[in-house]
């Protein structure tokens, strides 16, 4: 593999056209064409890294969520415990706590830890 074709890998992987890669590495589209089938793998692969490098960047994982929603929780409890609620309605304000603890339930209930015998759920700790 040379360096042009190393440079359309990395150009392809990153969703620009064959036109737009014509003109950038100076090589004709069917030529680009036809390394796009016989690379099709490697620029597969590298968008699967770039996307698993994007997750980990912002960590949107199970842990994080869960994270983020008991952050939010503890934002709104606290706020809930600061404001003047003459004005907003209870209904309103429940419905949005339900909908954080409903969240971090789900969570909870689908994260176990199992060792020999025992299983405990996070919820039941």
Known sequence: MNEKQKRFIVLRADG?????????????????????K???????????????DLKEKYRYDKKSQYEQLLKQLEKFNNGIN??????AKIK???????????KIE??????????EDTTVQLNEI
């Open 16 to 36: 620009l056209s064959f036109d737009k890669i014509a003109k950038e590495i100076e090589t004709s589209k069917p030529t680009l064409i036809k390394w796009g």
């Open 38 to 52: 016989q690379f099709r793998e490697d620029i597969e692969d590298l968008q699967f890294q770039d996307m698993s």
């Open 82 to 87: 600061e404001a003047d609620l003459s004005e």
């Open 92 to 102: 309103d304000l429940h419905s949005i706590r339900n909908d954080l603890l409903l």
């Open 106 to 115: 789900a969570i909870e209930q689908h994260t176990t830890y199992k060792k």
